[in-house]
């Protein structure tokens, strides 16, 4: 009798400690995990200002902030989808979703997402984020690539300066930086540490797709002559013209700013964000401005791939999830985390805040060329992150330092590649 009297209280008290475990939430206020990205100073101040703020007046969700690595954030992703601890609200890039998409992790965000939200962004930037009949990331920030010049240099050379209304050409690019180099000296210098994306967006101004999807559906690599001007362009001028040295090509984009500093590069290709890097490290009386990326047939146009703001499949909190998305997007809040990152807003009401217009440190320049980006021609592309890893990397790093011609780059690029991206074609 004493024992079964025993049994009885063991099995209610497990049941009052499973009732409490699982009631905690119900009971209380929903917690959502934030994991961001954000690494700058400002920008994790901004995320947890926003973060703050939503939960002084949201008292029945509160949100932790959760500090990512762009570094790791892909294999650390996957490690947590699959151990089922991914963090509710998941910040990250488009061109890293395609995988999560279509295996299942990342959450549709059809109908979940607010007509304001859905309706301030344009549809280009949506298409980033679009795969198969779903949205699965919302595109908030987003940077072109610019030029980042000496300008006292460029005066002194009597260069054309260009504008994002009349860019230089490819081939006006090429010409001025012969022109601004000589005695040790370099017209620019490319930090092509990660060649990939650098090509395949700057290749969207010369009409370059690179990938191309049949009536199957299926994706295959076309190097085509369209493909070709860039990396033509960089190669050239690395190896026949001498107006960029090689020995930046391994480099990030951060590794070049000290020589850029000291007078030995005219000119460094580089995200709009490295902008507050040059302002903090820049010696005084340095004198730079920013300048727009060449352009080809199809004029001032890039590829992007925007930052990103996606839901969890697992999480049991979606709705509450896409509220809290759509309380950081909100037009002055969209501002405030660009402003943050040194980014532009993918928002058409953020876009026009005169604090993106200014002249200062190149607001403006960056903000007229937000009407050109368009996805990166890999946003949709299974295989992509495995491709440019094992393929199209050491390829382009070969081709650009003068190791291997443009022939074989081309089969590199088709012949190795199209194998890759058969097997996640099947």
């Known amino acids: 009798m004493r024992t079964r009297a025993g049994t009885a209280v063991v099995a209610v008290f497990l049941l009052l400690l499973a009732g409490c475990a699982s009631g905690a939430r119900n009971d209380g206020p929903v917690i959502l995990r934030f994991q961001s990205l954000a690494w700058q100073e400002e920008s994790v101040a901004v995320n947890k200002e926003l973060v703050r703020e939503w939960n002084a007046t949201h008292p029945n969700v509160k949100v932790e902030y959760v500090q990512g690595s762009w570094d790791s954030v892909h294999d650390q992703l996957l490690t947590s989808f699959e151990g089922g601890e991914a963090p509710d609200i998941i910040h990250d890039a488009s061109d890293d979703l395609a995988d999560f998409a279509y295996g299942g992790y990342l959450a549709d965000l059809t109908g979940l997402l607010s007509d304001r939200l859905t309706s301030d962004i344009p549809r280009r930037s949506w298409r980033t984020t679009a795969f198969g009949d779903g949205v699965y990331g919302v595109p908030f920030l987003q940077e072109p690539r610019v030029l980042i010049a000496n300008s006292t240099w460029l005066a002194q050379a009597g260069v054309r300066i260009p504008t ?120 005084k009386g340095f004198d730079w401005e920013v300048l727009p990326a060449p352009a080809g047939a199809d004029g001032a146009a890039q590829g992007v791939s925007p930052q990103t703001l996606s839901v969890a499949e697992d999480s049991p909190h979606k709705k509450e999830a896409a509220a809290f998305i759509d309380f950081l997007l909100r037009p002055k809040n969209m501002v405030r985390l660009a402003l943050g990152d040194w980014m532009l807003p993918t928002g058409t009401q953020a876009l026009k805040d005169p604090a993106l217009h200014t002249a200062r440190y190149g607001w403006a320049t960056g903000t007229a060329l937000a009407a050109g980006l368009s996805p990166a021609p890999a946003q949709t592309v299974r295989g992509y992150p495995e491709w440019k890893d094992k393929v199209a990397t050491p390829a382009l790093q070969s081709y650009y330092s003068g190791a291997i011609g443009l022939g074989e780059l081309r089969r590199r690029l088709e012949r190795d590649g199209n194998l890759v991206l058969a097997r996640y074609q099947r």
């Open 164 to 283: 994002p209304g009349h860019p230089w050409s490819w081939a006006e690019f090429r010409t001025v930086t012969k022109e601004l180099s000589g005695d040790g000296r370099y017209g620019v210098a490319w930090p092509l540490k990660e060649p990939v994306s650098a090509t395949l967006n700057l290749s969207l101004s010369t009409g370059g797709q690179l990938f191309h999807r049949g009536a199957d559906g299926r994706v295959t690599v076309r190097f085509g002559a369209a493909d070709q001007v860039v990396p033509r362009t960089v190669h050239d001028q690395v190896v026949v013209d001498h107006s960029a040295p090689g020995s930046t090509l391994g480099s990030g984009g951060s590794d070049t700013l000290p020589g850029f500093f000291g007078g030995k590069y005219a000119m460094v290709p580089l995200g709009f964000s490295y902008r507050q890097q040059i302002v903090q490290q820049a010696p």
